[in-house]
């Protein structure tokens, strides 16, 4: 069998239940050693034959997975935050499809709660916004074109931004054209939940420059908007005055 597995956004015990015990169960691990805090690889078992997969490409990483099945093992395929999110696994599972070759998916935490956790924010508040917007800087891999940074920005919710470290003039210029005002609180969170955890307040206008302050190249999410700030309203949900199926408001 082959697992796919979410290691989590870095924090060594951030990975679940599941998929420590799937880690100590492997024959082999193929693991996405430029993102995947390496301290995880303390779940496997002895014996057990690890490979570095930021150096391979598709077509060894599937080798490895058939070679593996082939002689009646279990393989575990780590990657960083959760799957489902910018993980190249859709790739995989339908070469895996066309091979016969059966797997599951474990979820992980993703790297976007992990930044909420480190800003000790809520992205979701009353009257400011009640919708996040998970996507990144079109660079070398573009996006598509309703996809674009400035048509998502026109919705002035909260955003993250996974994959941009690197772009943040166009991100800040992106921004901007797409209707944030300059003083819109925004923040950087490098290696979120990882030992070396660090965040940087800003706002949209000064992005770049407080990544140049300090010397934030990769390894961080942007995060954007209203949720940053201090004003909101109270939940409903816990308001005396609110009535719902559990309680009756008192005025």
Do not use: W
């Given at each position: 069998?082959?697992?796919?597995?979410?290691?989590?956004?870095?924090?060594?015990?951030?990975?679940?239940?599941?998929?420590?015990?799937?880690?100590?169960?492997?024959?082999?691990?193929?693991?996405?050693?430029?993102?995947?805090?390496?301290?995880?690889?303390?779940?496997?078992?002895?014996?057990?034959?690890?490979?570095?997969?930021?150096?391979?490409?598709?077509?060894?990483?599937?080798?490895?997975?058939?070679?593996?099945?082939?002689?009646?093992?279990?393989?575990?395929?780590?990657?960083?935050?959760?799957p489902a999110l910018y993980g190249a696994i859709r790739e995989q599972m339908d070469e895996l499809d066309r091979l016969g070759l059966?797997?599951?998916?474990?979820?992980?935490?993703?790297?976007?709660?992990?930044?909420?956790?480190?800003?000790?924010?809520?992205?979701?508040?009353?009257?400011?916004?009640?919708?996040?917007?998970?996507?990144?800087?079109?660079?070398?891999?573009?996006?598509?074109?309703?996809?674009?940074?400035?048509?998502?920005?026109?919705?002035?919710?909260?955003?993250?931004?996974?994959?941009?470290?690197?772009?943040?003039?166009?991100?800040?210029?992106?921004?901007?054209?797409?209707?944030?005002?300059?003083?819109?609180?925004?923040a950087i969170v490098y290696k979120a939940t990882w030992p070396e955890e660090r965040v940087y307040r800003c706002t949209v206008a000064?992005?770049?420059?407080?990544?140049?302050?300090?010397?934030?190249?990769?390894?961080?999410?942007?995060?954007?908007?209203?949720?940053?700030?201090?004003?909101?309203?109270?939940?409903?949900?816990?308001?005396?005055?609110?009535?719902?199926?559990?309680?009756?408001?008192?005025?």
């Open positions: 069998m082959i697992h796919f597995i979410g290691a989590g956004p870095g924090g060594e015990d951030l990975i679940t239940v599941r998929g420590a015990r799937l880690l100590g169960e492997a024959d082999v691990i193929i693991y996405a050693g430029s993102l995947v805090n390496p301290a995880l690889l303390k779940y496997k078992r002895e014996g057990c034959v690890v490979h570095d997969s930021a150096g391979m490409t598709l077509e060894e990483v599937l080798s490895v997975m058939r070679e593996t099945e082939a002689a009646g093992g279990d393989t575990v395929r780590l990657h960083t935050g959760d059966a797997y599951d998916v474990t979820p992980g935490v993703s790297a976007f709660s992990g930044a909420a956790a480190a800003l000790q924010a809520e992205y979701t508040l009353p009257e400011v916004s009640q919708s996040v917007i998970i996507t990144r800087m079109a660079g070398r891999t573009p996006v598509p074109e309703g996809e674009q940074l400035r048509k998502l920005a026109a919705h002035g919710c909260t955003m993250v931004l996974f994959l941009s470290t690197g772009l943040l003039e166009q991100v800040e210029e992106e921004l901007l054209a797409g209707g944030y005002a300059p003083d819109t609180p925004a000064t992005l770049a420059q407080t990544a140049r302050e300090h010397h934030v190249t990769k390894t961080a999410l942007i995060t954007v908007g209203g949720f940053l700030g201090d004003r909101y309203e109270r939940s409903k949900l816990y308001d005396p005055a609110f009535t719902h199926g559990y309680r009756e408001g008192k005025a």
